[in-house]
């Protein structure tokens, strides 16, 4: 197997408040390979955030990884200086789509001024090649070309998050990670954006790793995927393995709580409470509050990450009780008195 | 709309809002009570000669020819004659007004220059020892008034420490030196007006530099915060090019209060004029009110409304010019 | 009229609701004369809510939905049409009718992070409604509303602020709070759509619960699809503030006539990485309401634009129940198209 284009190893994330450290991220690993869509699901409050700004050093100031490795390319760089992170990461290896893209490009700067100055830093683009690439990657984005040197209120939302789009591909990066780019658009703008994310995925080789809170535009578009809560990865694997064999109870849950408009009919699974704020070390499984099969040892320690059977590559579950999943999963239809019609048979 | 549309449009609003001044000021000293005669000419003339001065100047004639006449004459720069000097109004007003300007513009923007770098400096080293303290000393230098400032500065520097003079914008030996056929920018030139100059100056930078600080160092702060700056810094910018960006985006208030501030010094420091005897503006204002001298106080209050006007007027092109949104609509 | 005529009123109908924005230009406009184009945010909305009937207005941002719900609540008025309550027109409305409207019509925002004082704590949430509309105040009732939004046990929640609330409990507070002035009709604005998926699911069921237990109808305002299917009994699809499809829930689910709400239905992600679901046809996002021609709005992204779509379509019943405003589903012939324009009003530009 190839070295992994991005790690996380362990990774632990706390943010110090003036009521203590509290932890964002605890012991949270998975990898990204190379030419690899990625997708990190989990609700607000998970920790999906803070892990991936830890990477382009776009943590508060008050954020730090404070156990555990991120390696890129094999190199560690959760302890790079900005400096470092300027010369080595940000743009030239990872680029990134931030989450406000409404508010995020300069209102004081033409869309293609603020392109051309990211190519003079990081890259040997004369300033016509620069603005030649830009128009292109406006084709791509479905942006007219002509339209570069607009000023950002001259678009429209959906426009904004094409040109931060297209400023994200613009130096042909490694890796790209979008933080929730579509969270704030309406569907049809969020199915076209990904209709261009497609074409990137077919004719570059550039990773993704795709945060967001709606697993199905992960199981649409991702390869891989990653269920984060609390802070803590509680399942990974292919999109394959964790939609047909979903085996911890958050993703059991998750997956059952997203409507399907193929069966407007289904009863919808009701996760009670939400993520808990960590004050300090976290020595218990975070779901363990919320959890309908806790048992005593779930609170004594954080379960591990562990594969789950022998059949599936990489398909891993935190979980102690991993191995009686199905017996439980049953349990759980009788439960909630689900009578939905059954996986949908494609 | 495009940029020379929000300009034309911009000038037009403020050509119309002159012409509401002068309209104003015109209408105002007509409703002075007492015929202007009485007021212009000496007491006990007789009925005659008050028939022939009004008879003279068109008093008799219509208001809204005395309004044509009033508005032809100081769209030509025709402000009148004093009464008092004898001289017209505009050469009388522009040697004083020159006085304060020279005073004034520089004291104003010199504190604005270091009020904002300081405030910058403040608003990116937050929580610094600097930005804790010395906004101390700041805001109880600008909060004082400009007078009792004024009257310290002349206390320390001038009483106990000897250092400049206390009073007036040069010393009259070196006037009489000069003589009285020296060319009028000449006292300008001396070392002598520099030495008066020092103290005022200091003192209207010091009072001045206080609103820009503040306004910059909590607009640094606020721009610091925001997404569009996060991602700049995310692309990977450098921090000096970073910083570039956040002053453009924190210094646009900066921008708006500048000619404002600019506009009113010059009109409002008659205190720290009369404090240093300075021979400005508002000296004369105070002068001309004494004496009752009409067209001298007519022109002097549309001078300072239209330097308000005119500074709020470059205000919008400027901010217009550096933001688009404001003249640049989707 | 697509609504059928029952033998109740309504408790809440709009009739030919329109909401024009004229624009003001400056000075200089009116200087130089250059008129504008009024916007027509909404144009020619009717629907008929009855007793313990849940509608739903779905669109996407820009379509009129927030400006069809100021218009409804009396924020802004209508530039034409109107809106009766109980048979009533908002337009007779008296100062008294006035207070009773709005006990009687309350409103959920979409978001609760923003609609509760966060200096109230629960209790004091609930009581000001109370105290508006003159409404004793008991301890009980408090703990009635509570309990119904299933707050339990209410004392637990009572002394609590915003802050110490989620934002699906801050939800239900502002449901608490609705219902505690016990109205006939209930407006959400988009009540689901800060919230996370694992807790939309529960304020929709509530929602749902409380109209049926309560006897409460509702116009539930959203731009998802994926989620009215629990709640609302009828949608309305809105394109730019025209309504282009009237249909009962599963049916325009299942069956959507007008081709925008096919392409609202086609773009919901479905969470199946087998599902081969191809993205989206359209291009582009609507034009600005500023700059519509005449015809029929959608033309312009629509996959199936034929000639006739410069005409305005008229609402006709494709299936039973199921009214679409798109030439596709009826014939030329039996259309009056120009009669037709003339009557929607304004649509001859």
Known sequence: ?346 | MSMKRYVAVRTIQTAVLLMLILTFLFMLFRLIPGSIADQMIFQGASPEAVAAFEEQWGLNDPLHVQYYHYLVNMAQLDPGTSLHYRKPVLDYVKLKMFNTFILVAPGVTAGYLLGTSLGTIMGIKRDSLLEKYGIFPIVGVGTTPSFFLAIIGVIIFAGWLGLVPTSGMITPQVALEMGEDAPWWKIYTTGDFLWHYVLPFSVIAIKYMYEPLLIMRTSVVEMAGQDFLHYHKLTGLPKARWIRHLGKHAIIPIITFYPISLGRAISGLVLIEIVFNWPGIGNALVEAVLQSDYPVIQFVFFLTAAFVVVGNYVVDIVYGMIDPRISIAD | MEVNPMNETPVLEIRNLEKYFTRKGGFLDSLFGSSKEPIRAVDDVSLALDQNEVQGIIGESGCGKSTLLKTVIGLTDPTGGDIFYKGKPLSEFSKRDWKEFRKNVQIIFQNPFESLDPKFTVRESLIEPLKIHDIEYSEERIHDALDRVQLNPPQKYLDRLPKQLSGGEKQRVSIARAIIVEPDVILADEPVSMLDVSTQAAILRLLSDLTEELGLSMLYISHDLSTVSDICDLIHVMYLGRVVETAPTNQILGQPRHPYSQALIDAIPIPDPFSDRPRTALDGSPPSPEELEAGCRFKDRCPERMPRCDTAPKKVETDPDQFTACHLHYEESDSRPNTEAALQGGNTQ
């Open chain 1, 1 to 346: 197997m190839t070295e992994p284009l991005l790690e996380f190893r362990d990774v632990t994330i706390q943010y110090q408040t003036n009521r203590g450290p509290v932890t964002a991220v605890s012991g949270a690993s998975f990898s990204i390979e190379p030419g690899e869509f990625s997708g990190l699901v989990g609700e607000s409050g998970s920790g999906k955030s803070t892990l991936v700004k830890s990477v382009i050093g776009g943590l508060d100031s008050n954020g730090e990884v404070t156990a555990g490795k991120i390696l890129y390319k094999g190199e560690e760089i959760q302890d790079y200086t900005e400096e470092e992170l300027n010369e080595k990461i940000r743009w030239k290896e990872i680029s990134y789509i931030p989450q406000s893209s409404m508010n995020s490009l300069d209102p004081l700067q033409r869309v293609s001024e603020q392109a051309v100055e990211i190519a003079s830093v990081h890259s040997d683009l004369s300033k016509s090649e620069a603005l030649e690439r830009f128009k292109e990657l406006f084709e791509i984005v479905g942006l007219s070309p002509d339209r570069i040197d607009d000023y950002p209120h001259q678009f429209s939302g959906g426009m904004q998050q094409r040109a931060i789009t297209a400023l994200a591909l613009f130096l042909d990066p490694a890796l790209i990670i979008a933080d929730e780019p579509t969270t704030a658009l309406d569907v049809i703008m969020q199915d076209q954006i990904f209709k261009y994310l497609d074409r990137v995925k077919a004719n570059t080789d550039t990773s993704m790793l795709l945060i967001t809170h709606d697993i199905s535009v992960v199981f649409e578009s991702c390869e891989q995927i990653a269920v984060l809560h609390g802070g803590q990865v509680c399942e990974s694997g292919s999109v394959e393995d964790i939609y047909r064999n979903p085996t911890h109870p958050y993703s059991i849950l998750l997956q059952r709580a997203f409507p399907d408009i193929r069966y407007p009919d289904r009863k919808l699974e009701i996760i009670e409470g939400h993520p808990p704020e960590q004050l300090g070390e976290v020595t218990e499984c975070s779901f363990v509050e919320r959890c309908p099969w806790a048992v005593d040892a779930c609170y004594e320690n954080a379960p591990p990450l562990e594969n789950v059977s022998e059949s599936e590559q990489n398909h891993q579950s935190a979980c102690f009780r991993n191995d009686e999943t199905h017996a439980l999963k049953g349990e759980l239809t009788e439960l909630a008195g689900l009578t939905d019609g059954g996986e949908p048979n494609e």
